[in-house]
């Protein structure tokens, strides 16, 4: 529910980045594994990789949902560091065109902007990998935001491996709603994670990222277990397979929208901001779950995480 006692709907916190896309021919994705199954992105051992094309988008986890929420129509902000060079500049006038506050930012002079290196399978489904320098993101700390941030909502990305804990700590003291799609860092101590999940308004994860607390082939089963750690609301997206949902009442599903893929840089950011974007505007867990859907499938269609993100109108139609 949107409160007029505070100064914006919802702040996103977590990572900024620029991204520079590669796309190319030569690499093969290759499966691994049991009922976590991994994919590989290989490339010959020794080979000259040609890049067909080459792009310079913004992005990050606490960007790209910060944006999305904006373009749905929320007063949004974002809870981040830059450096003080021309990346982290790029970003926050980035922020600024898409409607976003930019008060809350740290500069950090001693680092750099965090910056991403974007492999892409150039095939019909657009695999990726991502090389990340963490640069500046790797210094937010708790002591970067007040005790009680201005918002009803907070959205929780990535954060960094030594101070990841205490954040989370000050942000359930604070009693806000908050939807949190744990990162790579929090996601390699699971029992520290399992401890906030209580307090946790939406847990979001993918299928890969659920396999990590217990190793389930069922999804309802997976759901159920994790709703039991205690979040009000749990949602696992498993890419072409859709999305669920579970509430500890109702298991919910979405399918997946077809859709050309052009790019699935922010997929994952753009469905979890459109699903949170629409339970902040009073929609149930069908409904949202559709804005998600909407917004991922859009996103694919564009080059980068944030040309393809969707207004209110459009969402809506």
């Not at 744990?182 to 939406?202: C, H, M, T, W, Y």
């Not at 298991?251 to 629409?278: C, H, P, Q, R, W």
């Amino acid at each position: 529910m949107i409160s007029k006692k505070n100064q914006f709907d919802l702040i996103s916190i977590g990572g900024a980045t620029v991204d520079l896309s590669f796309y190319s021919k030569d690499g093969e994705l290759v499966s691994v594994g049991g009922a976590a199954k991994q994919r590989m992105l290989a490339f010959e051992y020794g080979a000259k990789i040609v890049a067909d094309r080459v792009y310079a988008t913004c992005g990050g986890g606490a960007s790209n949902s910060a944006i999305a929420a904006s373009r749905l129509g929320l007063k949004t902000a974002i809870v981040c560091r830059v450096g003080n060079d021309d990346n982290g500049r790029l970003i926050i006038k980035n922020l600024k065109n898409n409607k976003v506050d930019s008060g809350l930012i740290k500069i950090n002079r001693q680092a750099a902007t965090g910056f991403s290196v974007i492999l892409t399978i150039d095939n019909p489904a657009k695999e990726h990998i991502a090389f990340i320098h963490r640069g500046a993101n790797g210094n937010l700390s708790a002591n970067d935001f007040a005790a009680d941030l201005p918002a009803g909502w907070c959205y929780v990305t990535s954060l960094p491996a030594d101070s990841w804990c205490e954040i989370m700590a000050k942000l359930v003291k604070a009693d806000k709603n908050i939807v949190w799609n744990p990162g790579n860092e929090q996601l390699k101590d699971i029992s520290a994670v399992k401890k906030f999940l209580p307090k946790i308004r939406l847990l979001m994860l993918n299928r890969r990222e659920a396999l990590e607390f217990r190793k389930l082939k069922e999804i309802k089963g997976l759901l159920a277990y994790l709703q039991g750690l205690g979040p009000k609301l749990t949602v696992i997206t498993d890419g072409v397979n859709g999305a669920y949902a579970f509430d500890g009442r109702k298991y919910y599903y979405m399918k997946a929208a077809s859709s050309k893929v052009i790019n699935t840089l922010g997929v994952g950011d753009a469905f979890g901001a459109g699903l949170t974007s629409a339970l902040i505007y009073d929609k149930n867990i069908k409904e949202a779950l559709t804005w998600g859907i909407k917004n991922s499938a859009s996103v694919v269609r564009g080059i980068g995480a944030q040309a393809g993100l969707l207004t209110k109108k459009e969402i809506e139609k």
